[in-house]
């Protein structure tokens, strides 16, 4: 069965101009082509929603905490029975921020270009001492899932399924490899902003940046929808499985409608059966993407996060879902 567009009519718009809709319809998810996590490929169907046209950004984050006094999960102390024979001076508040390395290393070990820096949270992006003042355009960053939800429903909106968030961010032309057509570099610029050189000590920075970029520094797509490629990676609320299993997989002929991911239970990392921490499925990769290392700067592209970890490239973007007759 094709990839179909169904436009429909859209219904009336949030009380914001900042989002975005994306059209009710079926189409292509995943890629058989790429990392084995993608696939298998198949036709879904979502409905209609409307999507923050840029990630959530420090300035709007800044606004929800003064609002409600909430803390971040890279703010509160960690608890030891959480993290087995973790250094003790590793169990402060802070987070993962990235530091790039000397020159090449084995890409096996994230240790080396990931550090626990206590006191790094979305307030501090880098480390004690940082500000978000000159950055109030940029993606907030630093925030765990649950610290999401809360912005989320806050706001009045929600976040993304995997399904939702890969049909906005595919534009209305679903069969293209990139968000903005098959050639990563078409003009031999890059049309968004990911690592262009060798990961992770070389970065010859030809989108103009070397860390995130300020919302909307790129072309949007045919939605409307700027970053859906690249800059930081976003939250969707679907618990991430290794092969992309569709709980609405009971009827396999059949297209699934508005499809979720897998079980919270399935989500944990088999490779760390230490730390009982589920996982959520992040999209479209990140000022980090490099294509020796993570070429998945593609909408077809996944990967898992804990959901109790924030990262200095990680943030997340909100949808309010149309319930009306208009998206049929």
């Not at 006094?69 to 608890?79: K, Q």
């Not at 880098?126 to 899932?145: K, N």
Request: charged content about 25%; some cysteine.
């Amino acid at each position: 069965m094709p990839a179909s567009n169904d436009t429909g009519r859209a219904p009336s718009p949030p009380a914001t101009d900042t989002m975005a809709w994306v059209p009710p319809g079926s189409f292509r998810m995943g890629s058989d082509s790429h990392y084995p996590e993608e696939a298998p490929s198949r036709v879904v169907a979502v409905g209609g929603f409307w999507m923050d046209r840029t990630t959530v950004t420090n300035a709007q984050f800044e606004e929800f905490v003064s609002a409600t006094g909430y803390v971040t999960v890279a703010e509160r102390p960690l608890d030891p029975a959480d993290f087995p024979g973790a250094p003790s001076e590793n169990l402060r508040a802070g987070s993962l921020v990235f530091r790039m390395t000397d020159g090449p290393v084995d890409l096996r070990h994230l240790s080396q270009w990931w550090i626990w820096t206590p006191g790094a949270s979305w307030r501090e992006p880098d480390g004690p001492g940082s500000t978000i003042l000159d950055r109030l355009d940029h993606p907030v960053v630093h925030v765990a899932h649950e610290d999401a939800v809360a912005y989320a429903a806050w706001a009045g909106k929600s976040l993304p399924t995997e399904a939702e968030w890969e049909r906005a961010a595919r534009g209305g032309d679903e069969g293209r490899e990139f968000v903005w057509g098959d050639e990563a570099m078409p003009d031999g610029r890059p049309p968004a902003n990911w690592w262009q050189g060798e990961f992770p000590w070389q970065n010859a920075a030809l989108d103009g940046y070397e860390g995130a970029a300020p919302v909307g520094s790129f072309a949007p797509n045919g939605y409307g929808l700027y970053d859906m490629a690249g800059n930081v990676w976003e939250w969707t609320d679907d618990w991430y499985a290794e092969a992309r299993d569709l709980v609405q997989d009971s009827c396999p002929c059949c297209v699934p409608t508005d499809p979720r991911g897998g079980l919270a239970d399935a989500s944990y990392d088999p490779a760390q059966p230490q730390f009982r921490v589920p996982r959520k499925v992040i999209k479209g990769g990140s000022y980090l993407c490099a294509d020796n290392y993570c070429r998945r700067y593609r909408p077809a592209a996944r990967r898992p996060q804990m959901v109790d970890t924030g990262m200095s490239h990680v943030g997340f973007r909100c949808i309010v879902r149309d319930r009306g007759p208009s998206a049929s």
